[in-house]
């Protein structure tokens, strides 16, 4: 079965830079696998951040970048806000026509 | 302005069967695929099922399948997620979620809850 493996939680001091990864339990993430990013605040819904890797989502801010780092999916944030506080998921796309979340990363920004 | 409006939720003692839907609006409904996605109380996000644009195809999680099906109604905007034999695991927030392309997701709705307890 596979796992999709994030932090679970980060800290980040306001303006500072965070980097959230999105890993599998065995092997490594790719392009082929097209990671896409979420936010998700308590009692809202997820609000799409970045798809296919590296694009940021309509309205998203620049803050938010996606990459391939080593045999990992990345989230980077930059120039960390007090509304940047909220759960981030990753998601895989498998082979087999499935689709993996990570288990969540809680960010902190204090 | 791309709209999805989830219904259906509520409580069902385990065995019992559920029917959810999602209505859309704002975008060419029968192009895109859409996917079930749940999230269980102070859990995270789990892929539940997904159709595709012209229902023809379908896929689901092993956790639900043989018991869960997705099926839409191109007619009339919405989807469906048909749940039986409902365990307590399943209770959860039931998002509907529409397809950017057919490996990711753009828009959500705000979710519908299923409780399963006797």
């Known amino acids: 079965q596979t796992v999709v493996t994030q932090e679970p939680s980060f800290s980040v001091s306001p303006g500072g830079t965070v980097t959230i990864t999105c890993g599998l339990s065995?092997?490594?993430?790719?392009?082929?696998?097209?990671p896409s990013w979420y936010q998700q605040t308590p009692g809202q819904a997820p609000r799409t951040l970045i798809y296919?890797?590296?694009t940021r989502s309509s309205g998203v801010s620049d803050r938010f970048s996606g990459s391939i780092l080593g045999n990992k999916a990345a989230l980077t944030i930059t120039g960390a806000q007090a509304d940047d506080e909220s759960d981030y998921y990753c998601v895989l796309y498998m082979e087999s026509d499935n689709w993996v979340f990570g288990g969540g990363t809680k960010l902190t920004v204090l | 302005e791309v709209q999805l409006l989830e219904s259906g939720g509520g409580l069902v003692q385990p065995g019992r069967s559920l029917r959810l839907s999602c209505a859309a609006s704002?975008?060419?409904?029968?192009?895109?695929?859409m996917t079930w996605v749940r999230q269980a109380p102070g859990k995270g996000l789990e892929w539940v099922s997904t159709?595709?644009?012209?229902?023809?195809?379908?896929y689901s999680a092993d956790s639900v399948k043989g018991r869960f099906t997705i099926s839409r109604d191109n007619s009339k905007n919405t989807l469906f997620l048909h749940m039986n034999n409902l365990r307590a695991e399943d209770t959860a927030v039931y998002y509907c979620?529409?397809?950017?392309?057919?490996?990711?997701?753009?828009?959500w709705g705000q979710g519908t809850l299923v409780t399963v307890s006797s």
């Open positions: 065995s092997g490594s993430v790719s392009t082929t696998h097209y």
């Open positions: 979620a529409k397809a950017r392309s057919w490996y990711d997701f753009d828009y």
């Open positions: 159709v595709t644009g012209n229902g023809g195809l379908t």
């Open positions: 704002g975008f060419l409904f029968y192009n895109y695929a």
């Open positions: 296919s890797t590296n």
